[in-house]
């Protein structure tokens, strides 16, 4: 630095920082006071800052800070929050008897909303295996779709929440719903299936020309012999004019709604051999690792009861 501080001041009022470009010279004026002073009160706030909340890493974690802040906490506290709220919800819906239950989700709409969200959870993971993730069944195994307004064990809440708790035709639930449709093909020629079948495809025949309702045509002459066999020996359980019967989980044979199949192969595959369709029980004392509690049942058959068919 050769220049003379003296002759500067003199010069330019302040010293030059002694660079110099193309006769340019880089003047040293000092900072303005109040920006010095900014300056330092942001270093000040830093380091309180970081003393205050989480900031400096560590070996496993950061320094905690005096305030005692996390966003874990937070989200811990909101949780809890979220869970007490609900703690309400799920203790009147583990109380409710089923049969309450549909009148008292009417009355109440966040009982009803957080059943009704459960319900859709605890049905994609436990149910849409067999129902399909619409509800909307699998014919060609027999499980039933549960979204229209056919049941074969009742569709009220009551019945749905009594179905899923209990199971059907398992060994799990001494009280599971249980029926049992004789295998036919031990008990009648070839040829009176053949023609009993033709008489329940005639059920669904609601103008009688020999097609039924889902277009099968099938065998006029047959229907009355049909009948006959039908009347003694299916209407037990089917009941006399077919329309089925829910205590015994008898399917309806009078609609186009089919648990396994309506055309004539299926039928008579199903009088033949029977079916014996089984869904396991659900209730948490029925499965070994845990079922649904009381709540999740209610909830799952507030779900099922309002995805269109309950009755
Ligand atoms: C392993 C397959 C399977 C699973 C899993 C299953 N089900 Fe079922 N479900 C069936 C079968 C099979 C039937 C029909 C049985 C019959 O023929 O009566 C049935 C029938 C029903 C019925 C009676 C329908 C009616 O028309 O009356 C309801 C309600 C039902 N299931 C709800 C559920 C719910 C809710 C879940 C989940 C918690 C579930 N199911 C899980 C196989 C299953
Ligand atoms: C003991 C009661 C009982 C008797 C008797 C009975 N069924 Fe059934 N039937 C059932 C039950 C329960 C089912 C439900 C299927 C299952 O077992 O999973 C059924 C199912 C059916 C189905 C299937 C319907 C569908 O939607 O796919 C047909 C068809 C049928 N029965 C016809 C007959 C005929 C015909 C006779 C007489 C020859 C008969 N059943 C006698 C109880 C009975």
């Given at each position: ?6 002759q ?5 009022g302040v ?24 300056f ?5 706030w ?12 560590l ?6 800070g ?12 909101e ?28 009355e109440d ?14 049905f ?15 014919q060609?195994?027999?499980y039933?779709?549960l ?6 064990w009742?569709?009220t809440?009551?019945e749905?929440?009594y179905?899923?708790a ?10 599971a ?6 295998a ?9 299936i ?25 065998d006029?002459a ?9 009347y ?8 006399d004019?077919?329309?089925g019967?829910?205590?015994?989980g008898?399917?309806n044979?009078t609609?186009?709604?089919?648990l396994?199949?309506?055309?004539e192969?299926?039928l008579i595959?199903?009088?033949?051999h029977?079916?014996f ?5 659900w209730g948490?004392e ?15 058959a ?6 269109g068919?309950?009755?």
């Amino acid at each position: 630095m050769n220049h003379d501080a003296e002759q500067e001041r003199k010069e330019y009022g302040v010293e030059t920082t002694g660079h110099e470009w193309d006769g340019i010279r880089e003047l040293n004026n000092p900072l303005p006071r109040w920006w010095v002073w900014v300056f330092y009160a942001t270093i000040v706030w830093g380091v309180i800052y970081t003393m205050a909340y989480p900031a400096w890493p560590l070996v496993n974690k950061a320094t905690a800070g005096f305030l005692g802040y996390s966003t874990r906490a937070l989200v811990e506290e909101e949780i809890a929050e979220v869970n007490d709220q609900n703690a309400e919800l799920i203790a009147r819906l583990a109380e409710t008897d089923p049969v309450d239950l549909a009148a008292a989700a009417a009355e109440d709409e966040d009982l009803r909303n957080y059943a009704i969200n459960g319900g859709r959870a605890i049905f994609a993971a436990n149910c849409s295996q067999c129902h399909g993730s619409g509800a909307n069944g699998v014919q060609a195994a027999g499980y039933p779709s549960l979204i229209d307004d056919d049941w074969l064990w009742g569709g009220t809440v009551e019945e749905i929440a009594y179905t899923v708790a209990h199971g059907i035709r398992n060994e799990q639930s001494l009280d599971a719903r249980y029926s049992q449709m004789p295998a036919y093909g031990d008990i009648f020629s070839a040829e009176e299936i053949e023609t009993v079948v033709q008489y329940v495809m005639s059920l669904s025949d609601s103008d009688g020309d020999g097609t039924n309702d889902r277009g099968y045509a099938y065998d006029t002459a047959a229907v009355e012999e049909g009948g006959q066999i039908f009347y003694d020996n299916c209407a037990a359980c089917h009941m006399d004019d077919g329309t089925g019967d829910p205590f015994q989980g008898a399917p309806n044979l009078t609609d186009i709604v089919w648990l396994y199949g309506g055309d004539e192969a299926t039928l008579i595959e199903t009088v033949t051999h029977s079916r014996f369709g089984i869904m396991p029980a659900w209730g948490e004392e029925y499965r070994v690792g845990g079922g649904l509690s009381q709540d999740e049942i209610n909830a799952v058959a507030l779900y099922v009861h309002q995805l269109g068919g309950g009755e």
